[in-house]
RNA sequence: GCGGGUGUGGCGGAACUGGCAGACGCGCUAGACUUAGGAUCUAGUGUCUUAUGACGUGGGGGUUCGAUUCCCUUCACCCGCACCA
């Protein structure tokens, strides 16, 4: 007979809530494990199959290191903050606070009936005041800091809709909603200076264990390039302009320098001749979208200005042209070209039959872009040199000669922090009447949302708390100057850039949490998730937490010592679950077919936790079978314990379960689950196997599988005649000198092929070895008649005879 | 284009710092039990071959006594960035 999962899983779930079984002492004196998962947005669809198992992954770890004598943390929120719950609230009018906390209670049921070990004490929700109070308050000391400041940002504006839209709702530059026309605006937003900790946000990934690849993203993200900016005289005018450029050695080449169209000197410098040709293309370049600026890129374009630039170096006339291959954003917004030796100069030049000189030697420039390194030619003081004693050299020549200096340049731009909605934590910010702005007081936090009847646009670009005039005007009490309160909201990353510290201390009304106990638990031992948030949400947060830092606030630069990105579970057909192909699977309906347990179990053993598997029922029926297997070896018909699991030991199971002890636990160290599971299948098959399993072995074992199944494990340990919970039992332990045994099997090997397999004692010398293989009559038909030339005895493993 | 990653049976995947390729699971085959089995148990299951054996970790080459593992080269797929000067 099976166990009846439904009975057995609420039983515990019952079990766990009502004796608050997973609530963490914040000041207990053993050592802290911070296990942490990516809190999840609650959307309207409920849990998904993903979500499970990155979750599962870290209740692993958190039962497990419970049961090695760790305090563990290991909490569940809500960002609940986002798009959807404005867009459900302007489609139907109804609140999104009801709409989100609806959500919430539905995704708290989904996990709590996955046995997830939280402490639900603990559970935050970014909307709720009480937290979102000090994300505001963050927000006032970085604005305090110079970190916080507004700008004219070009926005999405959508005048039908009265709103400004986010990237992803605009769709081939028409509006998501209603196919309405969308255009670029200039609006004034306020801004994050997070390019103010690029280094930092940069060096500081060194010490970090995270995968890789994430740390690459992060790298390329931030985008750090050395180079030098040179300033040119522009021919007939006062001004000058300067460009960045990584090869400054590469100056002699320059044959013509290009600014970006929103470079403000393009008006100034353009000539009457070339007026109405480079305004014509500017105005072609304002109606591409940001798309088809890049996207579409293939083949450029541009249009040359009329005026002429100075080459510093060797005082030469250069056009000026405008293109849009340059970037107003990165850089100085304009270039030196030097078509000989980068391709999208070269690709530029030749269609626009602009001179092409070769400055480094090495290829052929009559033919194709050099981009390699070479000696250098035509280039006055830096012939003969190579690429990197060049460009020392000419950074030196253009700083002594006040042309330029070395400059470091990042990708990464500022973070647009304003949001045009509702739905979000109010920027606490009062612009006052006579044009000053000030932050709102700490004692004044939170700017609470209004209740508002209806959400609807403002028309003015302004979110729908514009519409509120109760809550934007203000009057100092003191003053009696009149004020207007900043309508913008933040984004959704700002709740989620510092929740993992509310964990620690949630219900502080002093300060966001007590120093103290922040420096108990930070870092974040293990922090799971999924890759979709590798670069945004994690630079995001680990720039807040060092701005913290800064400010005295946490006591660790880094936020998250170690990262794992979790792959994604795909349909049946390999491809990715969504509703319109109809592939997703409900964990509701698994819950109730198969049990949590098996859920759990299944996703583990899929296959690497960072792998993406496509989903089989097969499989999940597997992994129900197995625990089964389990439980039908344990437990007799009516439900007693079985006979066979005795107080004697017989031996026969001791190197199996010291191994399964030693792989399991080193397995779920390093959270390769998949294998850790497949060691405890091999145990169970040699359960069924002896004739007896010590009861020892079975408590051992069910503690083993208790992380991954904890249900089924606490009905098995209840079983075994035990009163109290698993969850707090001391982990088993191995020994090592079980897994040895006194017989070893060595492998005999001629010419690398295995020939024969032979017997010895572990203890045996290498010349015994050599000679028992030697002798062996499988062997000595495969040597005979030949020379041996060589043996390779390695003790322990194998024997290699090379013969011919 | 740049950066990162992955290629192993019919399928998901194992294999420690180079040492028995295919653990474990799914699927499949046969048998047992059974009124029945899509339950359970037992055995088998990389390919070719009559056994012996040969071949086999995307392809080609190399280092080595020995390569899934290291090196070179090539192909395919996935992810990220994408005119970043």
């Known amino acids: 007979m099976s166990f009846d999962h439904q009975k057995v899983e609420q039983k515990w779930q019952k079990h766990w809530i009502e004796n608050k079984t997973f609530k963490t002492d914040t000041y207990s004196t053993k050592e802290k494990v911070y296990a942490l998962d990516m809190f999840p947005y609650p959307s309207g669809a409920g849990l998904h199959v993903g979500h499970p198992e990155g979750y599962t992954a870290t209740d692993i770890i958190s039962r497990m290191k419970r049961m090695q004598g760790y305090e563990v943390l290991h909490p569940m929120g809500w960002d609940a903050f986002g798009l959807p719950a404005e867009q459900y609230a302007l489609d139907t009018g109804n609140s999104p606070e009801a709409f989100t906390k609806k959500n919430i209670a539905t995704f708290k049921r989904q996990i709590q009936e996955l046995g997830f070990s939280y402490d639900w004490d603990r559970e935050i929700s970014t909307m709720d005041p009480n937290y ?99 300033t040119f005289n522009i021919d007939g005018h006062e001004e000058t302009f300067t460009v960045f450029t990584t090869r400054p050695d590469t100056l002699f080449g320059a044959t013509y320098t290009v600014l970006a169209p929103e470079h403000p000197f393009v008006k100034e410098i353009v000539t009457d001749g070339q007026r109405e040709a480079v305004n014509a293309y500017l105005h072609k370049v304002q109606t591409k979208s940001d798309l088809e600026r890049t996207d579409l890129a293939k083949d450029k374009s541009g249009v040359f200005t009329g005026a002429y630039a100075i080459n510093p170096v060797n005082n030469k006339k250069i056009p000026i042209w405008v293109a849009d291959y340059v970037l107003m954003s990165y850089g100085t917004g304009a270039i030196m070209a030097v078509p000989a030796h980068d391709e999208r100069d070269y690709d530029f030049a030749t269609k626009f039959e602009l001179p092409i000189i070769e400055v480094v030697a090495g290829g052929d420039v009559t033919k194709e872009v050099y981009v390699g390194d070479g000696e250098h030619v035509n280039s006055g003081f830096l012939d003969g040199l190579d690429k990197d004693t060049a460009i020392t050299q000419m950074i030196e020549w253009l700083e002594s000669n006040g042309k330029g200096e070395k400059k470091i340049t990042y990708r990464l731009r500022d973070w647009l922090f304003a949001r045009q909605r509702y739905w979000g934590e109010p920027i606490p910010i009062i612009h006052w009447e006579d044009g000053t702005m000030t932050a709102v007081a700490e004692e004044d936090l939170p700017v609470e949302l209004p209740v508002m009847t209806e959400i609807k646009p403002s028309g003015t670009g302004e979110s729908p708390l514009a519409n509120s005039p109760e809550w934007v005007n203000v009057v100092d009490p003191k003053t009696g100057m009149k004020g207007r309160r900043e309508t913008n909201t933040m984004p959704q990353w700002a709740g989620s850039c510092w929740y993992f510290l509310r964990f620690i201390d949630p219900d502080n009304t002093e300060q966001l949490a007590d120093p103290e106990l922040l420096k108990e638990w930070l870092p974040i031992n293990i922090y799971i998730g999924g890759a979709e948030h590798a670069v945004l949400h994690l630079l995001y947060a680990r720039f807040w937490h060092k701005f913290l830092y800064d400010i005295g606030v946490v006591p660790t630069k880094e936020p998250f010592q170690k990262l794992f990105n979790q792959g994604m579970i795909l349909g049946e057909g390999n491809e990715k679950m969504s509703k319109s192909k109809g592939n997703v699977v409900n964990p509701d309906d698994i819950v109730v077919s198969h049990g949590a347990d098996t859920l759990r ?15 089989s029922t097969n499989g999940l029926d597997g992994a129900r079978r197995f625990l089964d297997r389990v439980w ?54 040699e359960g069924y196997k002896a004739n007896e399993i010590p009861k020892q072995y079975v408590e051992g074992f069910v503690k083993l599988l208790s992380p991954i199944a904890p249900h089924v494990s606490e009905e098995l340990w209840h079983l075994l005649g035990n009163a109290k919970t698993i969850s707090y039992e001391v982990w088993p332990t191995f020994d090592e000198s079980k897994l040895v045994e006194d017989e070893v099997e060595i492998v005999v090997q001629v010419m690398g092929k295995v020939r024969a397999k032979i017997n010895v004692s572990k203890d045996i010398s290498k010349e015994d070895l050599e000679k028992l293989a030697l002798d062996n009559e499988h062997i000595q038909e495969w040597i005979t008649g030949k020379t041996i030339r060589k043996v390779i005895v390695v003790p322990g493993k194998l024997v290699n005879i090379v013969a011919n």
């Not at 500081?204 to 040179?230: T, Y």
């Not at 066979?644 to 636990?665: M, Q």
């Not at 080193?666 to 599971?677: E, R």
Request: with cysteine; net charge negative; aromatic share 10%.
């Open 601 to 615: 179990l299944y996703e583990m053993f899929m296959g690497p936790l960072d792998a993406s598997v496509a989903w």
């Open 132 to 230: 979102y109070k000090w994300t505001q308050w963050i927000f006032t000391k970085l604005f305090e800091k110079g970190l916080a400041y507004t700008d004219e940002v070009a926005v999405n504006w959508c005048p039908a809709l009265g709103t400004v839209l986010a990237n992803e709702e605009v769709i081939d530059g028409k509006s998501e909603r209603g196919d309405h026309p969308v255009v670029r605006k200039p609006m004034r937003q306020w801004m994050l200076k997070i390019t103010a900790y690029a280094d930092r946000l940069l060096d500081d990934l060194e010490d970090l264990d995270w995968p890789e690849s994430i740390k690459d993203m992060q790298r390329n993200w931030i985008g750090k390039s050395e180079g030098a900016e040179v």
């Open 632 to 685: 039908r070896l344990l437990v007799n018909e009516d439900g007693t314990l079985s006979e066979k699991v005795t107080e004697a030991n017989d031996g026969s199971l001791e190197k199996a379960y010291h191994e399964t002890v030693k792989k399991v636990t080193t397995d779920f160290d390093n959270l390769h689950f998949n294998t850790a599971i497949s060691q405890m299948m091999v145990f169970i098959n």
